[in-house]
């Protein structure tokens, strides 16, 4: 009876841990999504004050990110948003993460 119980508290302790990471897995896909949204407003918005090659260059990040989204690449993706609006607000961390490649 003991192993039983032990296999069973084990099977309960699994599933509770899978049950997070897919809670993590989808507040991550959720964040991806609606950085991908508000950047495509933001981009198709045509009120920017920045330069045309940081314009470029969160357009190029934006469509990478979309394509992690589409392999559930979420923590990639969430990245490649953060750093195209970093460019679209003129931080100079978008400088740095751009030296970091």
């Known amino acids: 009876m003991k192993p039983s119980l032990t296999v069973l508290f084990t099977l ?3 599933s509770g841990l899978s049950g997070c990471n897919t809670l993590q897995t989808n507040n991550i896909a ?12 933001r981009l198709n918005a045509r009120s920017h004050t920045v330069h045309q090659t940081n314009l470029s260059r969160a ?31 003129g931080r100079k ?8 490649i």
């Open 59 to 89: 357009n190029s990040l934006l469509i990478s990110a979309k394509i992690q989204q589409q392999f559930a690449e979420y923590p990639g993706c969430v990245e490649k948003v953060n750093r195209a609006q970093d460019y679209l607000s």
């Open 12 to 14: 309960l302790i699994t």
């Open 30 to 41: 959720s964040a991806c999504e609606q950085g991908i949204e508000s950047l495509d407003q």
């Open 93 to 100: 961390t978008a400088i740095i993460s751009r030296l970091s």
